[in-house]
């Protein structure tokens, strides 16, 4: 799978949105390997994208389309100053990856510097996972070749989220945890909407 994450503020926020659903309307169906995407406003204004596609080559094949160049002219101007993106090959799921459910989103955008040792965490034991917080519905880490992480987390409801993060996790899971976050940034998308192939 490959990913790219989308994000910069914008104010015009009812603008954007109908622009990303005339994407689905219009070009979805032209985008070969497009798998789906989950959007949504941070309490800043700041608006964050993740995309999947089912590879790069088939990404940037989207990319170059002429209605797609134009289209993403389009929504580049509803921005209110510049706009990130980051594309990423290393992609790794918790359960089946997000979810078209969730009722609250969380990203989360860090920089480690043993990716492998990242990627453990979000592979090891998921059925204790499961049986802690029933809340997660699912997950994608995207990380960059530089160690630079986002993760994007889907959670049933928000108040779901927020009780389960009151609770203790088992000591090592506690330690790979605080060495994952260290410095990392959350963006909470209180009210994320999501399309899918």
Request: a negative charge.
């Amino acid at each position: 799978m490959f990913i790219q994450i989308i994000q910069g503020r914008c104010t015009r926020q009812d603008d954007l949105h109908a622009v990303l659903d005339r994407w689905l309307r219009d070009l979805s169906p032209g985008a070969e390997g497009w798998l789906g995407g989950t959007y949504g406003f941070a309490d800043d204004d700041l608006f964050v994208a993740v995309v999947r596609f089912e590879n790069r080559e088939l990404a940037m094949a989207n990319s170059q389309r002429p209605e797609q160049a134009a289209w993403a002219e389009e929504m580049m101007a509803l921005f209110d100053g510049p706009v990130e993106f980051h594309d990423c090959d290393d992609v790794t799921l918790l359960f089946d990856g997000g979810s078209d459910d969730a009722g609250f989103v969380q990203i989360i955008r860090g920089k480690v510097d043993d990716p492998a040792r990242l990627r453990r965490l979000m592979t090891s034991d998921q059925t204790e996972l499961k049986r802690m917080r029933p809340e997660i519905l699912g997950a994608t880490l995207a990380l960059e070749p530089d160690g630079t992480f986002t993760e994007t987390v889907a959670f049933t409801d928000e108040a779901s989220a927020r009780s389960g993060e009151q609770q203790e996790p088992p000591e090592d899971v506690r330690t790979e945890l605080e060495y994952a976050m260290q410095g990392a940034t959350f963006y909470d998308l209180h009210d994320p909407w999501f399309n899918s192939r």
